[in-house]
């Protein structure tokens, strides 16, 4: 049976050290700040099916609007994982952490996508 | 190794735990809920994929594709639902943190309430889709719709399962505000299952 010594103890970090972490989280009427403009930007992308032809997203064929509504998608994810997963206020490792999972699932998809095919219509 | 319950009344938001040694300064429970949504990430990329490949049938006789079924007046209303379940949690954490437990279970209650909602427009939305002759098994389009939309589906019960857990725990005074990390970590969860409908949204109901 392994014992702890002293040693091992001294490298240990106590849950309290920063570590570029801010101390305190924000308020509740931020929160309520931050659902209302994510509430906003859900109106926008249910805009993009209701009026197709708005000049904002309907340019390029279909460019204009996949390029509008992976936009918002983007403000949305980062806004909930950085205001309401606290990211932005808790260690930064966890936002490399969290990060290095989307990146490795965005590399999946590229690659399974290449590897079939999947980016030339018709082709699977 | 002893534990020290710490509580900072000074500031705007009070933050109550119980701070003791790791090998990385971040506790064990919150790191490895972190890992383990990295790896969900994965997860779901997978299956997104899968839907993104198959997403249009070989042929008409394998019935309707899942664009063609769709009702996105229908599904953004679920969406702003999920959405807005992501404000009771956060508002869940806030006030176990703050030690009031009477709003820690109102925000928990109403949380799980939005979630069964989401649900129950899912479960709704795949009985009209099945109706509408888009079963299971109809297309690979239509098996890679209902396997990704229905793991988010699973997720999302079992967050309410969580969620209906902590509540009880609360009623019976196992939640104190220095255990309000347990409430933050099954928040994490709870918000990665909306940021992933948030690309699911998108991606698979909205993008032509």
């Known amino acids: 049976m392994e014992t702890q010594t002293a040693d091992d103890r ?3 970090i106590s849950t309290g050290f920063l570590d570029g972490a801010r101390k305190n989280y924000p308020r509740e009427v931020q929160y309520v ?3 209302l403009a994510l509430a906003a930007i859900t109106g926008l992308e249910i805009a993009t099916y209701a009026a197709p032809g708005f000049p904002l997203w309907n340019w390029g064929e279909k460019a204009g609007l996949v390029s509008f ?3 918002l998608m983007a403000i949305k994810f980062w806004t909930v ?16 952490l969290f990060y290095s999972g989307v990146i490795l699932a965005i590399g999946v998809y590229v690659a399974v996508m290449a590897t079939l095919h999947g980016f030339r219509a018709g082709q699977h | 190794m002893a534990d020290t319950a710490v509580v900072d009344h000074d500031a705007g938001a009070p933050h109550a735990h119980i701070e003791h040694d790791t ?9 490895g809920m972190w890992i383990f949504l990295a790896s969900e990430c994965l997860l779901f990329g997978g299956l997104i994929t899968t839907y993104l490949l198959y997403k249009t049938p070989i042929s008409v006789e394998q019935g309707p594709a899942p664009h063609q079924v769709y009702d996105i007046p229908f599904t953004s ?40 909602t989401f649900i129950a427009g899912q479960i709704y939305e795949f009985t009209v889709f099945v109706g509408e002759g888009m079963g299971y098994t109809t297309s690979r389009s239509s098996s890679a719709f209902y ?3 229905g793991f988010h589906g699973v997720h999302v019960t079992v967050g309410i399962i969580m969620l ?19 409430v933050e970590t099954v928040g994490l969860y709870w918000h990665f299952v909306d940021v992933v409908w948030i690309v699911i949204f998108a991606v698979v109901y909205l993008i032509p």
């Open chain 1, 81 to 96: 994982a950085y205001f309401f997963m606290h990211l932005r206020f808790d260690k930064p490792i966890l936002t490399r």
């Open chain 1, 69 to 71: 509504l992976l936009l």
């Open chain 2, 23 to 31: 090998n990385t300064g971040i506790s064990n429970t919150k790191l």
């Open chain 2, 147 to 149: 396997t990704l939309t």
């Open chain 1, 33 to 35: 700040i931050v659902a």
């Open chain 2, 77 to 116: 209303v679920s969406s702003f639902v999920l959405l807005m379940s992501s404000l009771t949690m956060v508002l869940a954490v806030a006030a176990i943190e703050r030690g009031d437990h009477h709003r820690v279970r109102t925000w928990l209650v109403a949380t799980a309430l939005l979630g069964a």
């Open chain 2, 164 to 182: 209906v857990s902590l509540v009880l725990l609360s009623m019976r005074g196992k939640l104190p505000e220095h255990r309000s990390e347990t």
């Open chain 1, 10 to 12: 001294s490298q240990t």
